[in-house]
């Protein structure tokens, strides 16, 4: 394979998709050795094939605000790559959202879900749509425009969209509603629904969990632990959440969340009430992290700033892409930072990666640190389908066996000659031969 040559071509018929082109070429520059030992595959074309999305919809979405004002925003569905699944994969409600976002979320999914070793497939969604603000009735109104288009789409055994950041059980509530009010079927077409109707257990809490629980391992590798390390998160939505519940429950001290707005240090703990109140904040609709100072006094708001210069062990980029750069990263290493746990989807920049790789400290891909969310997405698949639930330390369980299974890939194919093991590496080529395996044996299709 000539990666430059593969990037060149992406570039010239996709210019300025950023986010995409920068997620492909990663996962290039990671399986370029292993692609070079299977001439099979370069037969095959299965590069080209992969990196290319299967299909793309773009549809307008147009609803009525409480004004009585008409707006329009952009809607999409990114069909990456079925090779071993159904499509999958969350929903994005953003003012920031493209086509080049939404394609390198789908692209990473694929590999995502292919390490989680349930049969699903990748996909991602969105709109432009700014949530910030927007009244309950107006999120109803939108998510119900979506879904008219949408719909024709999915299906419980074609494509299973779930949420992502700005898309929350409530929006999962309302665009159920719609759903099977088009279809007249009651199926698990949409996962992190709601408990009543067939949500699952632990999904709310999954990507944050399933995050610690692959941080666990990899401390473990070097005999370390979580209890008493200074842990720092950004973001203060579902993710930063759940991985603030289960760092403080294994005994780490949380010290920051962030915002658009800045982030808040709190140099006695993020723990208790204080997570609880996170809920509240995010209820608020206002996308702001600065009120949690106001709320609890023990705690300082440095507007405009990241978190990543507070001093830590265990750095969690739980906000969004490219939220940690290769300044940042240098800041984190000179206080000593131990382990990264990207647990956003491409949370940290190359230059970041490259300069945590070269100082050989533990830094964990998002497409494996986070799988725990699509992960649980896939055992509520599960259930609906056996129209059962399990009970939480089931699901729980579940979600721990399967971190545990996306580690122990990662370090078979990631250890280095020194011993380091490079997670990036690792998760690349892990997902990377389980889609193209899946691809070789169906056919030039
Ligand atoms: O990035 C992700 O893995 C998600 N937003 C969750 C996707 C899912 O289908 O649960």
Redesign the pocket.
């Known amino acids: 394979m000539n990666i430059d040559k593969v990037m060149a071509s992406l570039e010239a018929k996709h210019p300025g998709e950023s986010e995409y082109l920068q997620a492909v070429k990663e996962v290039l520059l990671s399986i370029a050795d292993i692609y070079n030992q299977h001439p099979e595959f370069e037969k095959a074309k299965i590069i080209e094939r992969l990196v290319e999305p299967d299909r793309i919809s773009t549809f307008r979405v147009t609803w009525v605000d409480d004004k009585g004002e008409v707006q329009t925003n952009l809607g999409y569905r990114v069909q990456f790559n079925n090779a071993i699944g159904p499509y999958?994969?969350?929903?994005?409600f953003h003012a920031s959202v493209t086509l080049s976002i939404l394609k390198f979320?789908g692209f990473?999914?694929t590999f995502?879900?292919a390490l989680t070793t349930l049969p699903?497939g990748g996909?991602?969604g969105g709109s432009d749509f700014s949530p910030r603000g927007k009244s309950d009735a107006e999120i109803m109104r939108f998510c119900q425009a979506f879904m008219l288009e949408l719909w024709r789409q999915i299906g419980p055994n074609t494509d299973?969209?779930?949420?992502?950041?700005g898309?929350g059980g409530r929006e999962i509530g309302y665009m159920y509603g719609m759903y099977k009010k088009l279809t007249r079927e009651v199926t698990g077409t949409l996962?992190?629904k709601g408990l009543e109707y067939g949500g699952s257990l632990i999904?709310p809490e999954?990507?944050g969990f399933g995050g610690l629980y692959f941080v666990k391992e990899m401390l473990q590798t070097k005999g370390m632990d979580i209890k008493g390390k200074t842990i720092a998160i950004s973001g203060f939505g579902n993710v930063a959440w759940g991985a603030a519940l289960k760092a403080t429950e294994l005994g780490g001290k949380v010290v920051t969340l962030s915002g658009p707005d800045g982030y808040v240090y709190d140099p006695e703990g993020i723990s208790g009430k204080k997570i609880e109140y996170m809920l509240e904040l995010r209820a608020s609709g206002n996308d702001v992290v600065a009120p949690y100072a106001e709320e609890f006094p023990s705690a300082t708001f440095i507007p405009g700033k990241r978190p990543w210069e507070v001093k830590c062990d265990i750095a969690l980029p739980c906000a969004t892409q490219n939220e940690l750069n290769g300044e940042d990263a240098q800041r984190l290493i000179d206080n000593g930072v131990a382990c990264v746990g990207e647990i956003s989807?491409m949370g940290c920049t190359p230059e970041a990666i490259d300069a945590f790789i070269a100082h050989k400290i533990m830094y964990g891909p998002?497409k494996a640190v986070?799988?725990g969310?699509?992960?649980?997405?896939?055992l509520?698949m599960s259930q609906n389908a056996m129209h059962l639930s399990w009970n939480a330390e089931e699901v729980d369980k579940r979600l721990h066996d399967i971190m545990h299974d996306i580690h122990a890939q990662c370090v078979k194919y990631g250890t280095e000659a020194d011993g380091y093991i490079n997670y990036m590496k690792g998760a690349n080529v892990a997902g990377f031969m389980k889609v193209a395996h899946a691809m070789m044996e169906q056919g030039i299709v």
């Open positions: 999958k994969g969350g929903i994005r979320l990473e999914q995502k879900n699903m996909a991602k299973v969209p779930a949420g992502d950041i898309v996962t992190g999904r999954a990507t989807n998002g986070n799988a969310g699509v992960a649980t997405s896939g509520e």
